[in-house]
């Protein structure tokens, strides 16, 4: 079993949806890491948290540390948002990114 | 202005040869790393330089070796590559590294190996 699960695995949605992606882990961490790699097969970094929330345009990443889960928000989705999106953790005492194995997104204009 | 680069994009080669790979950040961090995506695009790290210095050494075949002659550049060669070798490598750089410490990572485009 990984350490770091993503759901849903595959998401197919229509433009102006809002989507929500989950990431849940096992371990206690330092940081959490939101990453986005476009179908060219770049990779970018949407954010880094360790607590609460944060925005970035349509973008909203939320942490409940206790509860060991992180969601990644998208407001009216967008084709352009087509992407696969991975979230990677942190762990206390570990400077190693752990990642997920990525939700595949499909925004359908 | 790139900020990491990484060359080259495509390499093709055959089995038993030996290649390399290089990266370069201009964003004067301290921390670089290497990561391999294989076929079902789950990303894990090879190795993690701070300052020149080898900081995470994964379990990778010890025909991989990196190489960081300053703090802007880290190259990976690797020895006698083998079908599963092939892959996307990554060169990523952050701020800086330590446990408390985490950062951002910045990341190349990727270079995409396949060995015949």
């Known amino acids: 079993k990984n350490e770091v699960e993503q759901s849903p695995q595959n998401l197919t949605a229509q433009e102006g949806e809002f989507i929500t992606i989950n990431c849940s882990y096992s371990?206690?961490?330092?940081?959490l890491h939101w990453l986005q790699q476009h179908p060219g097969g770049g990779i970018v970094s949407l954010f880094m948290l360790s607590s609460g929330k944060k925005k970035h345009g349509r973008l909203i990443a939320t942490i409940n540390i206790q509860e060991k889960h992180s969601s990644l928000h998208i407001t009216a989705s967008h084709p352009r948002d087509s992407a696969v999106y991975i979230c990677a953790v942190l762990p206390f005492g570990n400077e190693k990114l752990t990642f997920g194995t990525g939700t595949r997104l499909t925004i359908i204009p | 202005d790139t900020a990491v680069s990484q060359t080259p994009k495509y390499l093709v080669t055959q089995m038993g040869n030996d290649k390399s790979i290089k990266c370069e950040q201009n964003?004067?961090?301290?921390?670089m790393y290497w990561y391999k995506q294989d076929s079902k695009k789950f990303l894990k790290i090879m190795f993690s330089?701070?300052?020149?210095?080898?900081?995470i050494n994964e379990t990778v075949p010890n025909r991989f070796s990196p190489k960081s002659p300053d703090k802007a550049h880290l190259n990976l060669h690797i020895n006698s590559l083998e079908l599963g070798d092939s892959a996307v490598y990554f060169c990523?750089?952050?701020?800086?590294?330590?446990?408390?410490?985490?950062?951002?990572?910045?990341f190349g485009p990727g270079t995409r190996l396949t060995v015949t």
């Open positions: 964003l004067g961090h301290d921390t």
């Open positions: 990523a750089s952050s701020q800086r590294s330590g446990l408390a410490a985490a950062s951002e990572q910045y």
């Open positions: 371990v206690g961490i330092s940081a």
């Open positions: 330089y701070n300052n020149k210095e080898l900081i």
